[in-house]
């Protein structure tokens, strides 16, 4: 998967006011990319000090905030991000419903979920019967988008 695919292809246009939220920034390389090509404030969210600390140094100049928390819980105000990004996070949280629900809470009206994971991620999703497309990418990943309309 090339970064610049995911930098011009899986992030929606047009996204509300309200930061970016990378769940599970790991090394901040993703982080980096949403900060770019979005121009929002970044809200880098992982549960390892060590993560945080290299995402911070990829991040010198583009505007953030980190929260040391778990991506099911994170304490973020109710309807106020753009953006929920969560990449190969899905597959590694046992309870995907508090996690799918915890990232909806924190979407403004408009706001988008943007999950890259492993193809079988895709099964959980179309059991929830959500409205999301999706497109397929090498190595049996896929990229999916849900739109909060509600």
Same mark, same amino acid.
């Given at each position: 998967? @090339?970064?610049?695919?995911?930098? +011009? ?30 121009? +929002? ?6 549960? !390892? ?12 100049? /583009? ?33 995907? @419903?508090?996690?799918? !629900? ?11 979920? /943007?999950?890259?994971?492993?193809? +079988?991620?895709?099964?959980?999703? +179309? ?8 497109? @397929?990418?090498? !190595? ?11």
């Amino acid at each position: 998967m @090339e970064k610049g695919d995911f930098s +011009k292809n899986w992030i929606p246009k047009g996204l509300p006011d309200g930061p970016v939220v990378d769940l599970g920034c790991g090394d901040g390389a993703n982080s980096r990319l949403l900060a770019t090509h979005t121009n +929002k404030n970044l809200i880098c969210v992982d549960k !390892r000090q060590g993560a945080l600390d290299a995402t911070r140094e990829k991040m010198r100049g /583009v505007k953030h905030t980190f929260l040391l928390n778990d991506v099911c819980s994170l304490g973020i105000q109710d309807e106020t991000c753009s953006l929920v990004f969560a990449s190969r996070i899905f597959s590694n949280i046992e309870n995907k @419903e508090l996690l799918l !629900r915890e990232s909806l809470r924190v979407l403004k009206k408009g706001g988008c979920l /943007v999950i890259v994971d492993w193809e +079988k991620c895709l099964n959980f999703f +179309k059991k929830t019967k959500l409205p999301f497309s999706y497109t @397929e990418s090498p !190595r049996n990943m896929i990229a999916m988008v849900l739109k909060k309309s509600i």
